[in-house]
T-cell receptor, first 117, second 116 residues
């Protein structure tokens, strides 16, 4: 079974600064997808960024980028120019590429990000 | 605005009640999911429907009964729940073409359930 680990329960960043959230995972599969979701107090899980394991290039979405190290099974999220609206719980998640049916999304334990003035 | 709509937003029920949670999406997605999330914990998968058929049941107690009437709707029927079942119940959908894991899950805002 796949496992996802987020070793930082809480992080804090000043507005306009950069912060990196860590994520490691364990799998025996070679093809899979990795995601970062954010969950603000409004409760909705919002997709931040997605990485396909067969792509070496790191994904970027505006101020959000990842550092994907497949051999190390590491998938960190970098948030640049942090904004107050970035404050939320961030979950790293893993999904198999092909299981013959709709596959489950496995979440890490989450990192709560605070953004201060 | 979320594209996955869940009703109700809040629900309080007694242990002898029967209630249902509803989820609706109109994105043409063919996979739908129920997740349970306790406070300060990650979501835990309960059920997955793929093309309106139950494909994954994560050993969920029978007091939770899912139903997928059509490709746009997903229900979760609740009966004889326990106080420890109090949680946020999240519905999600994804486009998935027969086993591809590429499509991200789109989540609703959840139903906050309290069992008294």
């Amino acid at each position: 079974a796949q496992t996802v680990t987020q070793s930082q329960p809480e992080m804090s960043v000043q507005e306009a600064e950069t912060v990196t959230l860590s994520c490691t995972y364990d799998t025996s599969e070679s093809d899979y997808y990795l995601f970062w979701y954010k969950q603000p107090p409004s409760r909705q899980m919002i997709l931040v960024i997605r990485q396909e394991a067969y792509k070496q290039q790191n994904a970027t979405e505006n101020r959000f980028s990842v550092n994907f190290q497949k051999a190390a099974k590491s998938f960190s999220l970098k948030i640049s120019d942090s904004q107050l609206g970035d404050a939320a719980m961030y979950f790293c998640a893993y999904r198999s590429a092909n299981t013959g049916t709709a596959s489950k999304l496995t979440f890490g334990t989450g990192t709560r990000l605070q953004v201060t003035l | 605005d979320t594209e996955v709509t869940q009703t109700p937003k809040h629900l309080v029920m007694g242990m002898t009640n029967k209630k249902s949670l509803k989820c609706e999406q109109h994105m043409g997605h063919r996979a739908m999911y129920w997740y349970k999330q306790k406070a300060k914990k990650p979501p835990e998968l309960m059920f997955v429907y793929s093309y309106e058929k139950l494909s994954i049941n994560e050993s969920v107690p029978s007091r939770f009964s899912p139903e997928c009437p059509n490709s746009s709707l997903l229900n979760l029927h609740l009966h004889a729940l326990q106080p420890e079942d109090s949680a946020l119940y999240l519905c999600a959908s994804s486009q998935d073409r027969r086993g591809q894991g590429k499509s991200p899950l789109h989540f609703g805002n959840g139903t906050r359930l309290t069992v008294t």
